[in-house]
């Protein structure tokens, strides 16, 4: 029989480890590993939670089981991708660097491929509340967490229908939700629109006041016990046959390395490429807008059926944060994208303020895979290089999860998450 390689894990308890990002996934990758006995430095070339991770809408949606793409949603594409500020766009001259990809999700969009994501999903989910809790705890920013029942709304009746298989699929695992009326919509938040034929109340739903702060608390929290955090662009990773052996910092620094993660959000190909590991990473753009002082009230989470965007009572104000745009890692952004969110928040909240100066507008670039499932684990390639990237339109509910699995994988802790599902060598 045929040894497999030996892993650093095998050997080494607790060492040095180096993370490449300071989103949510590489501060709380920094913050478990730190948990279980490692040294860590995290890089970065903006300050913690200041990529992705600063300008989500807050959702722990680890309830969100069924895949983004699936058979309902395929067929729906086409239509948005005709219409520039639709929900799922694509720039044409993007197209042929993103076609592998685009062929790549609508295969996992077939049945079988929907069942086993859907299981991975759900898997990832189990322990988002008890991981968030920890790290925030142990931050002392536990209030940046809030339990609050999320709603759904819609127009008619039939558009409720239209869900209730995926619903089903949520109620396999867990999760309750319950159709209200006109009424008793009112009765929750007065503020919303009165003419909805009904709503959908998604009982245990969680989400968070500041997504920037709850990676910076975090951060601040791995520098109180002796982590260090360093602001810099990594610029190269030499390799000496399977081994990376240093960091090139475009400050002019070399760093040798001991053991490598890489959680660098969408740029992640940058170093899985040059590695050997072949991966399909894009940037899925998306946009917000913020509303200080919205003239509303809302309690909750909503969304609404007619776009996949989420409205988020945070502490600047109400956030607007959706939509899907493939143009790569560096075209400009299209303001234009997150200005149509507004319309449809308004159809929800009547009262909801108009557009002025005093509203804020953000992009950022979520990292996807065509199965919407990050890639966690070893790389296939250098045996001291682990990844944690590709959390698609959910790394912030699955990011602290994230990092407790790594910190087991790497301090050689048995896992009970089956991560086959994760593997970099899927793709
Ligand atoms: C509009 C919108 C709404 C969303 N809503 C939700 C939601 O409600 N719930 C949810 O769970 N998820 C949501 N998401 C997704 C979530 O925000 C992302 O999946 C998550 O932030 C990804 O985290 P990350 O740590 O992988 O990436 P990032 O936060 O981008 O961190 C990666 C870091 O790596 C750094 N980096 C990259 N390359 C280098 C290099 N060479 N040298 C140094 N540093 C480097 C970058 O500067 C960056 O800071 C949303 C995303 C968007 C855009």
Request: hydrophobic share 40%; with cysteine; glycine share 10%.
């Amino acid at each position: 029989m045929k040894n497999k390689p030996l892993r650093e894990s095998h050997i080494m308890p607790s060492s040095h480890i180096t993370i490449i990002g300071a989103g949510i996934i590489g501060i709380s990758t920094a913050a478990f590993l730190q948990r279980a006995g490692h040294k860590v430095t995290v890089i970065d070339r903006v300050p913690p939670g200041e990529g992705c991770s600063f300008g989500n809408a807050g959702g722990l949606a680890f309830a969100e089981v069924t895949p983004t793409i699936r058979p309902r949603i395929l067929l729906k594409i086409p239509g948005w991708l005709l219409d520039p500020l639709g929900p799922l766009t694509i720039r044409w001259s993007y197209l042929p660097k993103a076609l592998p990809w685009f062929l790549a999700a609508g295969r996992n969009a077939l049945p079988d491929r929907v069942r086993k994501i859907t299981a991975a999903r759900a898997a990832l989910g189990l322990r988002v509340v008890s991981d968030f809790e920890t790290l925030l705890t142990a931050a002392g920013s536990i209030d940046l967490m809030v339990k609050k029942d999320s709603l759904r709304l819609y127009d008619t009746h039939a558009q409720y229908q239209a869900e209730e298989s995926e619903r089903a699929v949520k109620r396999e695992h867990g999760y309750e939700m319950k159709k209200l009326s006109p009424g008793e919509i009112a009765e929750i938040e007065p503020d919303i629109a009165r003419d909805f034929a009904c709503g959908a109340f998604h009982g245990g739903w969680y989400y968070v006041r500041n997504p920037q702060k709850v990676v910076a608390s975090i951060a601040e929290n791995v520098v109180r016990n002796g982590g260090e955090i360093i602001q810099d662009d990594v610029l190269k990773v030499a390799q000496d046959g399977s081994r990376a052996t240093a960091l090139t910092l475009k400050s002019g620094g070399e760093r040798p390395l001991d053991r490598l993660v890489i959680c660098a959000g969408a740029y992640s190909n940058f170093f899985a490429s040059a590695f050997g590991d072949k991966v399909l990473l894009e940037a899925e753009r998306g946009y917000h807008l913020v509303i200080p002082a919205p003239g509303i009230t809302l309690g909750r989470s909503l969304t609404y059926v007619a776009t996949p965007m989420a409205m988020t009572p945070m502490d600047m104000g109400l956030r607007l944060a959706g939509t899907d745009e493939f143009a790569g890692l560096d075209a400009p952004p299209n303001w234009k994208r997150a200005d149509v969110l507004w319309p449809f928040a308004k159809r929800c909240l009547p009262k909801l303020r108009e557009i002025d100066q005093t509203v804020s507008r953000w992009m950022g670039r979520r990292p996807g895979t065509p199965d919407g499932l990050p890639v966690i684990g070893p790389s296939r390639k250098l045996r001291n290089v682990w990844y944690g990237f590709g959390h698609s339109h959910m790394g912030l509910t699955w990011g602290p999860t994230t990092g407790r699995l790594l910190g087991e994988m790497l301090s050689g802790a048995p896992s009970n998450t089956d991560l086959s599902a994760f593997r970099v060598d899927r793709f």
